[in-house]
């Protein structure tokens, strides 16, 4: 019952922006979009979140469409460490909602 | 800021034995979670601690597993009598309290029962 569609893979240049999208078509109101990663032997790392507004901080920037059914994550300036595992996942912003669960994600591997 | 920061990072152990895996949260965070995440797999949640509350044990897959923490700082995961499923990376992460608060997660403890 995923709730999130990503590509399984993409490649990227290094030194260039890497475009990861994200369709939730089902996304409620409620829902934030998050965006976590998972280098090889490393736990998850929380990248960025948000709502409706586009986000950014110094890791990426979030874009996500006026009907909320995708989502891109932006990398600016793509590195030889940032080959990951992204994952994409919506979730409630609710005290009860905690329970991270990331589906198949998109393995990014940036190449010099 | 020093992340959350989990020990040991590997363990090898005999079936049948005790481990004990221990995580040191970002400081200020109240809430805490484990999660195993086997090879290959995506990640499964264990138990959750905020604050006093009592934690929510669900996900915990057996009575072989416990995990205590001592108020807002240290937990301990304990997994008696290992058994040989129980190999996985064992992750903890911590967030400022649960809700629209983002998990930070440790590098996890990789266990393996041999």
């Known amino acids: 019952d995923a709730k999130t569609t990503q590509p399984p893979s993409m490649d990227c240049a290094e030194g260039r922006a890497a475009n990861l999208p994200c369709n939730h078509s089902?996304?409620?109101?409620?829902?934030?979009v998050y965006w976590y990663r998972q280098i090889h032997s490393q736990g998850p790392q929380y990248i960025i979140h948000?709502?409706?507004n586009n986000e950014t901080n110094e890791m990426a920037s979030l874009i996500i469409t006026e009907d909320r059914k995708s989502s891109t994550l932006i990398l600016p300036h793509a590195t030889l460490r940032d080959t990951a595992v992204y994952y994409c996942i919506v979730r409630v912003a609710g005290l009860n909602d905690y329970k991270l669960s990331f589906g198949a994600g998109t393995t990014v591997t940036v190449r010099a | 800021g020093a992340g959350v920061s989990q020990s040991p990072s590997n363990k090898v152990t005999e079936k049948g034995k005790d481990v004990e895996l221990r995580c040191d949260p970002i400081?200020?965070?109240?809430?805490l979670y484990w999660y195993r995440q086997r090879l290959g797999q995506g990640l499964e949640f264990l138990i959750y601690f905020q604050g006093n509350s009592a934690p929510d044990k669900s996900g915990l897959p057996s009575d072989r597993f416990s995990a205590e923490r001592t108020g807002e700082s240290v937990s301990t995961l304990t997994i008696q009598r290992t058994q040989q499923e129980d190999s996985a990376v064992y992750l903890c992460?911590?967030?400022?309290?649960?809700?629209?608060?983002?998990?930070?997660f440790g590098d996890g403890t990789r266990l393996s029962i041999l």
């Open positions: 400081s200020g965070h109240t809430a």
């Open positions: 948000g709502l409706k």
């Open positions: 992460a911590s967030s400022l309290e649960a809700g629209n608060q983002p998990q930070h």
């Open positions: 089902t996304i409620s109101g409620n829902e934030y």
